[in-house]
């Protein structure tokens, strides 16, 4: 598999657990929107730990945007879902 689809693989899965996280926690507003952005701050050195490198990639600029879009989609939708289904009144 290619570096950026590994990138683009753990940023989803990652936008996913802190969705989770942070719908089970019953973060709202600046929190969740700060544990989001520091999940992925921590994907991208996940990455690195598993020797996805910048330098390794034909543009560089691909390590911290790769990704991106489905990481946010996923952590915003993950968010919600959650967040509705445990906290919402019956």
Request: glycine share 12%; proline share 2%; net charge positive.
């Amino acid at each position: 598999m290619k570096q950026e689809n590994v990138l683009y693989v753990i940023r989803v899965i990652l936008g996913v657990i802190f969705g989770v996280l942070c719908g089970i926690m019953g973060l709202i507003g600046l929190e969740g929107l700060l544990v989001g952005a520091t999940g992925y701050v921590i994907s991208y050195y996940m990455a690195r730990l598993l020797g996805i490198s910048p330098l390794n990639m034909k543009k560089k600029r691909k390590a911290y945007s790769e990704g991106a879009m489905e990481y946010f989609a996923s952590w915003f939708l993950f968010w919600t879902l959650v967040y509705t289904l445990t906290k919402a009144s019956p």
